[in-house]
């Protein structure tokens, strides 16, 4: 069964410094949205992006977040410089169409930030 | 704003019994609601979606209602076994293809 893939697992950076998070989607899914989630909180939406532009953001995602699909294959979120609340799991999740609604996630990359 | 309950008391149950998780809402009028579950350390997985114009929708040993009127919906699993233990998040969404806003998930353990 076809699955989101994200790179790395685990990724430990100091604060300041810039990191990109990197996913890549079920191969004919068209919608891709990234989550994160701080260690025993709700999962939160950052950002949703289809047709190679942003479609919604939340208020989390502020100038220092950004995303790319620099490939057909895939997409990624860049953090410019980090700060220790960004320290969170990160899920990328996508959906095969416009008009579907069940959102596939993948396993996370756990972002540690010193 | 928009708020989604979920018990954060972990629900402990018998294995064999039906577990019954809650989630309310407030300040919301999602178009559907969906129930994820979550194991430690992983992403949500998709489990069932209900929408707005439907009471009840089933699958295997999951059930799910949605009373738009209660703003509330309930996530049954019967016959529980072990191997459901997991988080269970409800998320809501107001349109297809749109963000999903969730709850704060409920852990289920089911002993032998």
């Known amino acids: 069964e076809p699955e989101v893939t994200q790179t790395p697992s685990h990724q430990v950076t100091q604060m300041g410094q810039e990191v990109i998070l990197r996913c890549v989607p079920i191969?004919?899914?068209?919608?891709f949205y990234w989550y994160r989630q701080i260690l025993g909180q709700k999962v939160e939406f950052l950002v949703s992006?289809?047709?190679?532009?942003?479609?919604?953001k939340s208020e989390i995602f502020d100038d220092q977040f950004s995303v790319e699909r620099p490939d057909g294959s895939n997409f990624t979120l860049k953090i410019r410089s980090t700060k220790l609340e960004d320290s969170a799991m990160y899920f990328c999740?996508?959906?095969?169409?416009?008009?579907?609604?069940?959102?596939?996630f993948g396993p996370g990359t756990r972002l540690t930030v010193t | 704003s928009q708020k989604i309950e979920q018990n954060s008391e972990a629900l402990n149950i018998q294995e064999g019994k039906t577990a019954t998780l809650t989630c309310n809402y407030t300040?919301?009028?999602?178009?559907?609601l969906q129930w994820y579950r979550q194991d430690p350390g992983r992403g949500p997985v998709f489990l069932l979606l209900?929408?707005?114009?439907?009471k009840e929708k089933r699958k295997e040993r999951l059930k799910v209602t949605f009373d738009t009127t209660l703003k509330q919906s309930l996530f049954h699993i019967t016959a529980s076994q072990p191997a459901d233990s997991a988080t269970y998040l409800c998320?809501?969404?107001?349109?297809?293809?749109?963000?999903?806003?969730f709850g704060g998930g409920t852990r289920l353990m089911v002993k032998p």
């Open positions: 999740a996508s959906i095969w169409r416009v008009n579907s609604y069940e959102q596939y």
């Open positions: 998320a809501l969404g107001l349109n297809a293809g749109n963000m999903l806003t």
């Open positions: 191969s004919n899914h068209l919608y």
């Open positions: 300040n919301y009028s999602p178009a559907y």
């Open positions: 992006f289809y047709n190679n532009e942003i479609s919604e």
């Open positions: 209900i929408r707005e114009n439907e």
